[in-house]
């Protein structure tokens, strides 16, 4: 099982990697893309000033020459707002796959958090691939949109596959916790050995019980975060000698409000006249109260 842990462990950050370097490839391609847009649209406004391009011209024509900005009204803005939102979306899935910060993530954007799978990272890595490629854009932005995409759909099969899991199964911090409860490790405390006899008993604590009863609180019970606990039995019994609490077995006495009793009239007295008896006296015991 260890094996195919380790298998699932790479597989997820070599896959993590890849869209990592997917997501700077379209961070890069769309500032690549902003700049040529720019770049057009002056040489499209320097060539209408100078009567190169008739209004003729100008009013066939959809799209500005080497550009992905529509001829229309606003083209220019909503051209550049498109690729500066593809821009910040990119640094958040970027943040996101990184894992920093984490507490953002899970507090103000939790599909992206710790407490998610991978299958909504995909969705978003989707749709901004799918909105790269529905343009007519350079080699570099193509070949970036296109593997973005691939990736996002790898993730979405990744996230219907192990669901939430996906990411504490990648997470290196995880992995290496995991790989130190497989190693053996020394106990700094030395093994304590709290006896306690009672009815004749005599119990012996261990180091692995108590590393069972660690979360165990002065009087039996479990801490936050534990189940149940043990009660007042005899598992509480044991965790309470183990605490150093010495229970002892309480002396048996007569309660006070027991009758007292009678003694029976003896042979002699039975055929001689009837006297007044006297009060049987009890002599006084150190378990008495």
């Known amino acids: 099982m260890a094996g195919v842990r380790a298998y699932i462990f790479?597989?997820?950050?070599?896959?993590?990697?890849?869209s990592i370097v997917s997501l700077i490839l379209v961070f890069a391609s769309s500032i690549f893309v902003i700049v040529t847009d720019v770049e057009a649209v002056n040489a499209f406004e320097a060539a209408r000033q100078s009567g190169n391009v008739t209004a003729q011209d100008f009013a066939d024509c959809e799209y500005i020459e080497n550009s992905t900005v529509p001829n229309q009204i606003g083209g220019v803005f909503w051209?550049?707002?498109?690729r500066l939102l593809i821009i910040f979306q990119v640094v958040i899935l970027f943040l996101s796959e990184i894992g920093w910060p984490s507490p953002f993530f899970d507090r103000f954007f939790p599909v992206l958090g710790s407490g998610f799978g991978l299958g909504a990272l995909g969705i978003f890595q989707g749709l901004i691939g799918a909105a790269v490629l529905s343009q007519h854009v350079d080699d570099f932005t193509l070949v970036s949109a296109f593997f973005l995409f691939v990736l996002?759909?790898?993730?979405?099969?990744?996230?219907?596959?192990?669901?939430?899991?996906?990411?504490?199964?990648?997470?290196?911090?995880?992995?290496?916790?995991?790989?130190?409860?497989?190693?053996?490790?020394?106990?700094?405390?030395?093994?304590?050995?709290?006896?306690?006899?009672?009815s004749g008993q005599t119990y012996t604590s261990s180091t692995?019980?108590?590393?069972?009863?660690?979360?165990?609180?002065?009087?039996?019970?479990?801490?936050?975060g534990s189940r149940a606990g043990y009660g007042f039995g005899r598992q509480g019994e044991k965790a309470a000698g183990l605490r150093g609490f010495l229970i002892s077995k309480p002396l048996e006495s007569r309660p006070r409000y027991a009758a007292r009793p009678t003694s029976a009239p003896s042979r002699s007295s039975r055929s001689s006249s009837p006297e007044p008896e006297s009060e049987p006296h009890f002599a006084s015991s150190g378990s008495a109260i």
Do not use: H, Q
């Open 10 to 18: 790479f597989g997820l950050n070599v896959v993590r990697f890849l």
């Open 79 to 82: 051209a550049i707002i498109n």
């Open 152 to 198: 996002g759909c790898i993730n979405m099969f990744l996230g219907l596959l192990f669901r939430e899991s996906a990411k504490s199964r990648r997470s290196i911090t995880l992995w290496r916790e995991g790989a130190k409860d497989v190693l053996p490790t020394n106990n700094p405390r030395p093994p304590t050995n709290l006896s306690r006899s009672s």
């Open 208 to 224: 692995v019980y108590d590393e069972k009863t660690g979360n165990v609180t002065e009087f039996g019970a479990m801490r936050n």
